[in-house]
């Protein structure tokens, strides 16, 4: 699978924030999409200072796996707040470039445009891939949000003073909300969608949930 190369990867922390305040006006936040017929998760596991990059490719609808990478790569850039895609693509590219089956969408384990400057983890990767992306994190980065309703599929919206960011969805009754936002070629009613149509039964999509197992050295069995 191929991808752009937008900058450099061997950046300062100042240069790093830099970009994301340069490339955030390219992040597409309408539908930008055919057909959906494979959905992909990404994670990272960590190996010392070697990064464990999984990205696990599923069928639309039935979720069953049809392709699935894990490659390692050094780590080379530090864990700061705001800056994960700096450390994170580099390693998910390297799996990216190995799969054999492209997919239609990702759902990335991190923030899209609910981020201090508009451009996490999704938006980045989608933008690199040129790819619809979706960010569903586990916690919260940026935003203000109230508490939606228990039901499974009650949603709230995440704003940041009166711009809306993402959404906080009950993906099942009675769990913790996860954070939806744009990540890029996708608008947020479509992204908040994407994710409850992908989860079965838990709280994270089955993307997350696979690209998980395949991260931490389970890998998924793939359908022939």
């Known amino acids: ?34 057909t959906i017929n494979t959905v992909a998760g990404v994670d990272i596991g960590l190996k010392k200072d070697t ?8 069928s639309f609808p039935e979720l069953q796996v049809v392709d699935s990478v894990v490659t390692e790569s050094p780590v080379r850039f530090p864990y700061i707040p705001g800056l994960l895609s700096f450390r994170e693509i ?10 054999q089956t492209e997919p239609d969408l990702v759902i990335v384990d991190g923030q899209g445009i609910a981020h201090p400057r508009r451009f996490g983890l999704a938006s980045h990767l989608g933008l690199i891939l ?27 919206y995440l704003t940041d003073k009166e711009e809306v960011i993402g959404a906080a969805i009950r993906t099942r009754a009675n769990v913790r909300v996860v954070y939806v936002s744009i990540g890029h070629r996708i608008s947020l009613d479509s992204a908040r969608v994407w994710v409850l149509a992908c989860c079965r039964g838990y709280r ?3 993307t997350t949930r696979y690209a998980h197992d ?11």
């Open 204 to 206: 994270l999509p089955e």
């Open 51 to 58: 990064a464990l990059a999984s990205v696990v490719v599923l």
């Open 130 to 156: 040129d790819k619809p992306t979706i960010g569903c994190a586990k916690s919260r980065l940026w935003g203000r949000y109230e508490e939606p309703g228990s039901e499974q599929g009650a949603y709230t």
């Open 90 to 99: 580099p390693p998910l590219l390297t799996a990216f470039a190995a799969l």
């Open 214 to 224: 395949a991260a931490s050295g389970k890998p998924p069995r793939i359908r022939t």
């Open 1 to 34: 699978m191929k991808y752009r190369a937008l900058h450099s990867w061997d950046v300062t922390p100042e240069e790093a924030r830099q970009f994301q305040n340069e490339l955030r006006s390219q992040v597409v936040q309408t539908d930008r999409f055919g």
